[in-house]
């Protein structure tokens, strides 16, 4: 499997994970709620993709792209999903994940 897949991988699940804790957070059962439930289980799976693509790569390559590619999918959440206001700062921030993205990529 490539690095890419795996990484989408992933931050597939991170990001799934992390729309069902903020479903949950909504919720009034909260942390006792199924969706949170779930939502924690999620996390776990991408220790296993970590550990594949730390075999071949540097901690701070995977690290750096990991969370820029999170930043983008949970900036769309946010957005799109849970309808939450972006500010210029955090416009600002999600530029500079884009411009670290482009800089770490390898042809």
Not at 34 to 44: D, I, P, R, T
Not at 58 to 71: E, K
Request: hydrophobic share 60%; glycine share 8%.
């Amino acid at each position: 499997m490539t690095t890419t897949v795996i990484l989408l991988m992933i931050v597939a699940a991170t990001a799934a994970g992390d729309y069902l804790i903020k479903a949950a957070s909504l919720n009034t059962q909260g942390i006792a709620s199924a969706k949170f439930m779930a939502g924690a289980a999620l996390y776990a799976l991408p220790a296993i993709g970590w550990f594949s693509l730390m075999k071949n790569h540097t901690l701070a390559t995977v690290g750096i792209i990991y969370s820029c590619s999170n930043i983008l999918i949970l900036f769309a959440l946010g957005c799109f999903v849970f309808k939450e206001a972006i500010s210029a700062r955090e416009l600002t921030g999600i530029g500079l994940a884009v411009a670290a993205i482009l800089v770490l990529h390898k042809t």
